[in-house]
């Protein structure tokens, strides 16, 4: 199961639509360093800085370590004919306070704020919201799946959703990106998709 699969499983569960990012401008034909659309060679070329740790089928999965994100897993997956299509951010700063988890999240938000502005939604999903009360307890909440966090920016070619919410599940991984995949103790996770393949996936669930 890939990164992409799994975050559609979390941000369906916060009732969230699927999503595309562009890091560090609003580009739709762009993520970071690599545009939607690229190959696997031309991924590769603009990673060169970061460590490649898996090159399997559809998938690419480096990791990087950047003054903005902190150290993360960046996804690349490829459609049939090898142009990418999605890509998703695996946070994984490693924290003992779980607090820093969610203190990460937010300076993420503020700094997306400056390129995109303020958010289409943003907040914390819960049954009990005393537990949104006090900050001590929210990120224990968070891990025991009982909280779930979620920021989306929509815009017209694009939409962001940044996700915090209990441990990524594995069970559905394959073996080649299960073992390539670090599991922090909260998920924190961004994915990217162009909106056109977001309207081809729709249109192949509608045939089904």
């Not at 999503?19 to 603009?46: L, M, R, W, Y």
């Not at 924290?95 to 289409?120: M, R, S, T, V, W």
């Not at 799946?145 to 959703?161: M, R």
């Amino acid at each position: 199961m890939k990164f992409r699969n799994i975050f559609v499983a979390l941000t369906l569960a916060l009732s969230l639509s699927t999503a595309v990012i562009a890091q560090d401008a609003p580009d739709a034909n762009s993520f970071g360093n690599a545009k939607f659309g690229s190959t696997k060679e031309e991924v590769k070329a603009v990673e060169k800085d970061s460590t490649l740790v898996l090159d399997h089928n559809d998938e690419l999965i480096f990791n990087e370590d950047s003054e903005f994100m902190g150290k993360s897993q960046n996804c690349y997956t490829f459609d049939k004919e090898g142009k990418l299509v999605v890509v998703t951010l695996n946070i994984i700063n490693d924290h003992k306070d779980l607090a820093n988890y969610i203190a990460d999240y937010d300076k993420i938000n503020e700094a997306f704020k400056q390129i995109y502005g303020e958010p289409d939604s943003s907040g914390y999903s819960t049954e009990d919201q005393e537990l949104l009360k006090d900050p001590a307890k929210l990120a224990q909440a968070i891990k025991d799946a009982k909280v779930s966090a979620a920021t989306v920016w929509k815009k017209e070619n694009f939409t962001i959703t940044h996700v915090l919410a209990e441990q990524m599940p594995t069970d559905d991984m394959d073996e080649e990106t299960k073992k390539a995949t670090v599991i922090n103790s909260i998920c924190h996770l961004v994915l990217a998709q162009h909106n056109s393949y977001v309207e081809e996936e729709e249109g192949e669930d509608a045939a089904e």
